[in-house]
């Protein structure tokens, strides 16, 4: 795990990186090939990514795979991306288990068709056992959904009895959240050259750092990856705080 850059800078391992995986159909067209081409290259990144996650130490890693919104795309193109979701689970899962990765998925994934959320169901309960990183993957998910069903879930509580708004605070609400166990992310990578947030962790990413880089998502490897690493670690993250009590801080420990 590298502890500076050729720049001596101070390389600050993240906890939890989320990607926005932009790009995979500007890949195929670049080559002449079939959208669904691109596709199936960028889930092949999907493992080689996972392994420098691991390589580095970092925590969590967090995939946006396929938002409420991707429903709007051609029937074909969503069918075959089921297809693939199905395929690569299949696939990838005895690695994860080798690798001793826990698998969590974020979304209403209830909705997908029953040979792609039968496997990831699978797998879940697999590898729940695991502690070490957690692969995350966004399935059907937005985040101004998962606030209205976090929003519905707190309301009825409230209903009940179980909760009362008198006692209401951003840890006790985020605990409705789909990432309810799960550390906010620290640094969010999106590729393709798009500048978007696109419903994405929302609420979580509000002290997140944000990395946006041209390269596509099928082209996007370790060496990009620690080119977004090492820009996060130039970066004073404060928390509402000056840069002089950061500095105070640093200085005491």
Not at 88 to 111: H, S
Not at 117 to 141: D, K, S
Request: aromatic residues 10%; hydrophobic residues 40%; neutral net charge.
């Amino acid at each position: 795990m590298p502890n500076s850059s050729s720049c001596d800078v101070q390389v600050h391992i993240p906890r939890h990186v989320a990607i926005i995986m932009d790009g995979n159909g500007r890949w195929a067209r670049k080559r002449g090939l079939a959208r669904i081409k691109g596709h199936e290259k960028g889930g092949e990144n999907v493992l080689a990514i996972l392994e420098s996650v691991q390589k580095l130490g970092i925590r969590y890693l967090t995939l946006y795979a396929f938002s409420v919104e991707n429903w709007k795309r051609p029937a074909d193109e969503v069918a075959a991306l089921m297809l693939l979701l199905e395929a690569y689970i299949n696939r990838y899962f005895d690695e994860l288990v080798k690798r001793r990765v826990r698998l969590r998925v974020i979304g209403n994934i209830n909705v997908l068709p029953d040979h792609a959320r039968v496997p990831l169901e699978r797998a879940i309960h697999e590898t729940a056992r695991f502690t070490g990183q957690t692969l995350v993957l966004a399935l059907n998910y937005g985040a101004r959904s998962e606030v209205l069903e976090a929003a519905r879930s707190y309301a009825n509580d409230v209903a009940t009895g179980h909760a009362s708004t008198d006692e209401l605070s951003w840890d006790k609400f985020s605990r409705y959240l789909y990432t309810r166990d799960m550390p906010d992310p620290d640094l969010i990578i999106r590729t393709s050259g798009e500048t978007r947030l696109s419903n994405f962790l929302l609420l979580q990413a509000a002290y997140a750092e944000w990395y946006f880089t041209s390269v596509l998502w099928p082209d996007f490897d370790e060496v990009q990856l620690l080119k977004a690493i090492t820009e996060f670690s130039l970066r004073e993250r404060r928390f509402g705080r000056t840069g002089e009590q950061i500095a105070s801080q640093s200085d005491a420990t």
